[in-house]
């Protein structure tokens, strides 16, 4: 499913009506439809209605559900004589079966916030995708009203929230659920409108499949997208072609983290994962996972050393894919250590006449441990300040605040604009790069950004990073294709949090260590639900998305 912006979404809307001869008062009709059927059984609903388009859909809904028999009140944010087209049509069409309709300056309009506690339901249509700035006069009125209200449901967008930044300059609606129409645009990935949209689903008003998919420049992962990248087991496998990962990670002040990133590599199906690290680094993988062979690393202050270069680049040789970075440490030693395996690395590469440029789309396999990276934590803290870079194809995996270091900027632009600092990071050092936070974002070079829709708070606790880092590093093994591999890499990490969630109800409390135990059943299940797919037995054989509409969450 494609993500658009507020100005594609204008585009998609023209186009409908001029070369499709799709009327726009049908589009209103159905996006009315649609907001009356999200109200379900709410017996009093509270509409609250701007001057524009969004405004014309408040109100179709609430004729729609005045048909059906429910209490509405409706509380327009403009004298019915402004209104235009057809949120002027449907402002006729209401008023013959309605006598709630309270315009600013009447005493039922002062007072909206009394009907909107004591409704059921509220809409919020006052202001639409194409609004700027801060909400004001009565429409600021109206979202101040809501607050006290027991349920919101937002009409495509919260009153407030900035479509394409998602960013609230002031006031705006905090919803419990938001019907998108048409296709989902950015403000429900990033910013204020992340969280403000509460749970969200996209409902079809009637705009041509064609033209859905002729705009944006992102989309939301399905599993069938992922399909590709998920791990496979041949009966003539072994253990060195199920995927071999080299991990050097972890530190004195780190020791866990080692364990972490193995056990997620392990977990996912690598057929051999090898840790490397200092003495105190290994501890917890010797005391935990009895199946990693040992590179026991010198160290200098308890982190790696640069003379722990040569050991790394010697075992590289073995692996398919290096991970490299979580808990390794912030010192000048790490860095020379990272610098000398990179110009390793490139030796390596010149000599196995490997001097070509290497897409991340570029599928690769066998022992290319040395081409092949995947960079975390403090690997990523040092590579602005490294050369060479990282020869062959790399994934990086940043959060929002090593995202802000690699670009030179503050995280808080990072947080911004989430879409253009993912493609930067990507550009910039030429690498897939897996942008991690609530609806982590992937993004390379040459494709778009895609989001992935899984995962929860859950995943907010120490060492989920780690996890993803050796999740990915196994599917860069096993697959050899790097954009693949942080797609499905993200995608099955979040639905490992997310089946915790859903089978025990709760959020808080579980450990890294348990996501990556669970990522096995996982698999199960996706596997279940793909041949469901397949068979037509998911989604009414609509499209390729396994996730209801309804499913997506808001997450924080």
Sequence with gaps: MRIVTAEEMREIDRRTAAEHGVPTIQLMERAGRALADAAGSAEAVAVLAGPGN??????????????????????????PESLKGDAREQYHLLSQKSDQIHHPGSPAFRHADQAASEADVVIDALLGTGARGEPEAAILHLVQAAEGAAHIIA??????????????????????????????????????????????????????????????DAAIVTLLDALPGLPVRGKRDNKRTS????????????????????????????GLVIAASTSEGLAGVRAQLPECPLLPLPDEDGMVSESAADLVAERAAEADVVVIGPGIGRSEGVRRFLSRLFELAAQHHKQSGGGQTLTPHLSIRGKRGMENWVLDADALFHLPDVQPAPPGVAILTPHEGEAGRLLGIEYQKVSQDRFGAAREVASRYDAVCLLKGAYSLIAAPDSDVVVNPTGNPLLASGGTGDVLSGIVGTLFAVR???FLA???GALWHGQAADDIHEEESVGIGWTASEVADALPSTLARLRERLFEVIMGGADNGEDDDVWDEGDYQSLS
């Design 486 to 488: 942080a797609t499905a």
């Design 54 to 79: 969004n405004g014309g859909d408040g109100l179709t809904a609430a004729r729609l559900l005045i048909e059906e028999g429910k209490e509405v009140h409706v509380f327009l944010a403009a004298e």
């Design 155 to 216: 009409a495509d967008i919260p009153t407030g929230v900035d479509c394409d930044t998602g960013i609230a300059a002031g006031a705006h609606v905090m919803a419990d659920e938001t019907v998108v129409f048409g296709l989902p645009k950015r403000f429900l990935f990033q910013n204020e409108g992340l969280e403000a949209s509460g749970a969200w689903r996209v409902a079809d008003i009637g705009h041509p499949e064609e033209l859905l998919e002729e705009y944006g």
């Design 480 to 482: 050899g294709n790097a």
């Design 243 to 270: 995927g071999v990962v080299l991990v050097v990670a972890g530190s004195r002040n780190y020791p866990g983290a080692l364990a972490l990133t193995c056990r997620g590599a392990l977990r996912a199906g690598a």
